[in-house]
């Protein structure tokens, strides 16, 4: 029989749930262990990145403790895969590897044998405190007055507490893209198409990975004048005991997601990356690695686990966007997959013109456009309106040949000295107007999350810092309808949550593109 797992808010989020109070049990047990035992706390966590300077300033690491051996660390530390379509599977094995180590010191400890990891569903709308962290993880002490293992003091969120998650950083809108591999540089649900388990694609990040995933580790760990929260930063995020039930969630979404969406069929996927092997160690003391194709079915004899529910609630009403509607694909171009992402083009029509940094509340930036972006916004809603009101059927070839235009707001090489914080990206927001007045202005946001080692020039991105496109299709159509768009320029507001003035965060480019997408 599969392990279940179930909501961490089943029982109202407090240690008066076993599964909870085992958590703890499990956690305290890893952590005793010394940096050197891999199934430790943490070395666990190392798996997904470590930064030494970083984990010694915060307690994590002492100077001169027992490290692993060097080819140890170069085998299974620093794995996490960000911003590309190994982002899922990496995870889900990863996630899985923990649970196990976790349930072997549970039941060492005389805890039950089926226990599984719980996972936080934030985005739950039947609960009105679904986005604020669960109690069991805000306490300093456990129910016998010994400390709490879940309580980190590097969980910074806002500066407010409880922590309380914004309902735009749990938006799963991304359940409505129904391709997983990004399609030009309009971005899939699982990411972009690589053969190394940490490249960076153009239209790398998912849909899922970029919200909520990216948002609600921004929006966890915050920052203070010490640095970043733990979970902001990809180098010390898996420190954190709240990190395994957000990507419990996020893993649970992703089989959501599975029953009615079809995974990458391309073998590159399945059965990459090339360059270094997804691996995790097991209780045995042995280590396995693992690829994409091993990942699909989470009720395999290998995985053996399922959620306590399979049904998502109308993703219509658990998600706060104000887009009224996905991006659908046919499926013959979904099964087409990396082909698609490979001969769709994408035609820059504006851009600004030099870098950009992120001071105050708001920066803004004008970018220069095509003389003819007025006309083709115009032409693409009334193609679009002329579509809605047709009630004639098409086959599944003249779909794919009625290409829709999308409009694709790309940042480019994002930068920062130091991780932490979000920045809310608006278009033609007017001055002197609270932009969360102006929700149908909002195109997306950006997580500082990982940003600080992507911009590092010795780090595997080389320095060039993340890039995130946003679709402002239905943004550009809409100021198009109220005859709020200029024929030569759009305006991008850039506005952080809190100073992140000392972040250095910088911006090199930020570009506007039209790319054709089939549609249904």
Not at 147 to 157: D, H, S
Not at 348 to 366: K, P
Request: hydrophobic share 35%; proline share 6%; glycine share 8%.
């Amino acid at each position: 029989m599969n392990l279940i797992r179930h909501s961490v808010y089943a029982n109202g989020g407090t240690f008066s749930d076993p599964v909870i109070h085992w958590y703890a049990i499990g956690v305290r047990t890893l952590q005793e262990r010394p940096l050197d035992s891999k199934l430790g706390w943490r070395f666990m966590a190392a798996i997904h990145g470590i930064n030494k300077p970083l984990w010694q300033r915060y307690g994590y690491l002492t100077p001169g403790e027992p490290e692993p051996i060097q080819s140890e660390q170069a085998r299974y530390w620093n794995q996490c895969p960000h911003g590309n379509w190994f982002f899922l599977p990496w995870h889900r094995g990863y996630i899985w590897a923990l649970e196990t180590a976790l349930r072997e010191a549970i039941i060492d400890e005389g805890g039950p044998s089926d226990w599984a990891l719980p996972y936080w569903n934030y985005s739950d709308n039947t609960n009105p405190n679904a986005r604020v962290l669960p109690p069991a993880f805000r306490r300093t002490d456990m129910p016998d007055g010994s400390p709490n293992p879940l309580f980190v003091v590097q969980r910074y969120g806002s500066g407010t507490s409880p922590i309380i998650l914004d309902a735009v950083d749990v938006d799963i809108n991304s359940m409505n893209t129904h391709f997983f591999t990004s399609i030009g540089m309009l971005s899939g649900f699982g990411g972009g198409k690589t053969v190394l388990l940490r490249g960076r694609p153009q239209a790398g990040t998912g849909t899922l990975e970029d919200v909520p995933h990216n948002n609600v580790h921004g929006a966890l760990g915050g920052r203070d004048n010490r640095g970043p929260g733990l979970m902001s930063t990809t180098v010390a995020a898996a420190l954190d005991p709240i990190f395994w039930l957000h990507h419990c969630n996020i893993d649970r979404l992703w089989a959501l997601w599975s029953q009615t969406n079809s995974d990458s069929s391309d073998s590159a996927w399945l059965d990459g990356p090339t360059d270094r092997p997804m691996v995790i160690p097991m209780t045995d003391g042995s280590d396995w690695e693992y690829t994409s194709q091993d990942m699909l079915d989470t009720t395999s004899p290998e995985l053996n686990y399922t959620y306590d529910e399979l049904v998502v609630t109308s993703t219509r009403s658990m998600a706060v966007s104000t887009r009224t509607s996905g991006t659908h694909v046919p499926s013959a171009v979904r099964s087409a997959g990396a082909t698609m992402a490979s001969t769709t083009s994408s035609e820059l029509i504006g851009a600004n013109s030099d870098r950009i940094w992120i001071s105050g509340q708001r920066t803004v930036s004008e970018l220069q456009l095509d003389a003819d972006l007025f006309q083709t916004v115009q032409k693409s809603r009334e193609a679009d309106l002329i579509r809605s009101r047709s009630t004639r059927s098409i086959t599944e070839s003249q779909a794919v040949e009625q290409a829709k235009q999308h409009f694709l707001l790309s940042l480019e090489s994002v930068r920062c000295a130091s991780d932490g914080g979000i920045i809310d990206v608006y278009v033609n927001l007017p001055e002197g107007v609270e932009p969360k007045s102006r929700p149908d202005l909002r195109a997306g946001s950006i997580a500082l999350f990982g940003v600080q080692e992507a911009s590092e020039p010795d780090q595997p991105h080389g320095g060039m810092g993340i890039h995130r496109v946003m679709d402002i299709t239905h943004i550009l159509e809409n100021l198009s309808d109220d005859g709020d768009l200029a024929e030569a320029e759009i305006s991008v507001q850039l506005v952080p949550r809190g100073d992140l003035d000392s972040a250095e965060v910088t911006i090199e480019r930020i570009g506007l593109y039209r790319q054709d997408m089939p549609t249904e």
